[in-house]
């Protein structure tokens, strides 16, 4: 008989109806009249999700781990008890008009992978691990991937606990109220892999009529905010040579900004999102301007560069137009490389199993990004439809969401190591 344990496991597939309807199961907790979700970090109807995910991970048999931020770990023993554990997951809190899959489809299939190993009856050396990660919005509570932070050690849990929402409760009195301030130790080391799978949220797998995204990578930012400062004065009496006009400055930043990022292709991005003008009449020259800058790139080189060319700019526009300026930065994330071994995984699992895929990378912060940090790790992506995320609209077909659970179910196996 030619069923060599091989082409039997290269055969094995997750249930995608099993996997829709959990995605569906979840989505009713916080449902929106339009079809979204509202269920905010640390809020009753996330306790609810919560207890539904343990509940779920119970019944296939796993140990479950909450540590002091919130996070859940449900662990299937692997063989070796000295294994390095194989890692998925994200986050199941939703913004306030968010969809039923950014974060939801990355635990989902996660729990789909572990259905899928019992259901195959597949033993693996390591332990498969689904982790639920606490408040990665940030929309209740900042800042977002609150949870992943924490555990990974790039945000300190005492800070975490005291971060208020507009009610002035705490993080960690939220977590108290819904029982899940946990008191487990989580050992950050001893992961061989961790991969996250999520909708794209944005255009470009759509766009390219492609089911799978290896994701590379995750583009750095640099954060500032922008005053300059001119002088009001009469829109009539003043003649152009004598002005001093803050948004006149701040529209040739805005031009210089998107300039800069597109010398900076295929990776930069710059965007000016928010610009407070004053006195706001429309009789008056401008005499101050707030601004931010939001600045991205994939390699530290040309971040650095970007940001250079951003002072130039500021300095010279700001001369040129007698402007006195601040530019402050607010934030620094650096560009994150997925490790050889996660993204090899992907690919390779996309590819023997025949769906299309390209190499991609996140514009958006994740907690594969953070986990990134300590251990090897990974990202799958799935398009979504017209590329729209946080949003009740947010949409991804059935058929995508399986093979990108798929994807995860052969990337987890080819780490975990199946013992015959
Ligand atoms: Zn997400």
């Known amino acids: 008989m030619d069923t060599s344990p091989v082409s ?27 079809g979204g979700v509202n269920r905010q970090a640390l809020t009753e109807l996330d ?5 539904l995910f343990i509940q779920w991970c119970k019944a296939e048999g796993c140990t479950i781990r909450i540590d002091a931020i919130g996070n859940i770990f ?10 390095p554990a194989v890692m998925t997951g ?6 306030p008009t968010g969809g039923k899959f950014d974060g939801c489809f990355g635990v989902m299939a996660g729990l789909e992978v572990l259905r899928s190993l019992n259901q195959h009856d597949i033993k693996t050396r390591c332990p498969v691990e689904v982790v639920v990660w606490t408040n990665e919005e940030g929309c209740r509570f900042a800042p977002c ?15 975490m606990l005291a971060q208020k929402d507009t009610d002035g409760v705490t993080a960690g009195e939220a977590l108290d109220a819904i029982g899940y301030r946990g008191s487990d130790e989580i050992p950050r080391e001893n992961v061989r892999a961790f991969f996250e799978s999520h909708i794209e949220q944005g255009p470009i797998l759509e766009d390219e009529e492609t089911t799978i995204g290896v994701v590379m990578g995750a583009l750095g930012q640099r954060w500032f905010d922008l005053s300059l400062t001119g002088q009001e004065a009469h829109a009539g009496p003043t003649p152009m040579s004598l002005r001093q006009d803050a948004m006149l400055g701040a529209a040739e930043i805005t031009v210089a900004v998107n300039r800069i990022a597109i010398e900076h292709a295929p990776h930069g991005r710059g965007t000016v999102g928010v610009m407070q003008v004053h006195p706001g009449s429309r009789n008056v020259i401008p ?14 080189d040309s971040l650095t560069a970007m940001v250079a060319e951003l002072k130039e700019v500021v300095e010279a526009v700001s001369q040129r137009h007698r402007l006195a300026f601040e530019l402050t930065p607010t934030a620094d994330f650096v560009p994150e490389h997925f490790a050889d071994n996660c993204v090899n995984a992907v690919r390779n699992a996309a590819s023997q199993l025949g769906y299309s895929h390209l190499d991609i990378v996140s514009g958006a912060g994740h907690d594969a990004i953070f986990m990134g940090r300590i251990a090897p790790a990974g990202m799958i992506f799935v398009p979504c439809e017209g590329g729209i995320s946080h949003n009740e609209i947010e949409n991804a077909a059935p058929k995508d969401l399986h093979a990108g659970c798929n994807v995860l179910f052969h990337a987890m196996l080819d780490q975990a190591e199946i013992v015959s």
Not at 24 to 34: D, S
Not at 90 to 95: F, G, K, R, Y
Not at 147 to 159: A, C, F, N
Request: hydrophobic share 30%.
């Open 8 to 34: 039997t496991l290269s055969e094995l597939r997750t249930d995608s109806d099993r996997l829709w309807q959990s995605l569906m199961t979840l989505a009713e907790l916080g449902a929106t009249p339009k």
């Open 47 to 51: 306790r609810q999700a919560r207890d």
């Open 74 to 83: 449900a662990r299937r023993a692997g063989t070796d008890p000295d294994a």
């Open 90 to 95: 994200s986050h199941i809190d939703t913004q």
């Open 145 to 159: 991937m609150m949870g992943s932070g924490v555990h990974t050690g790039q945000l300190s849990l005492h800070e």
């Open 287 to 300: 005499g101050q301007v707030y601004m931010t800058i939001d600045l991205r790139s994939l390699e530290p």
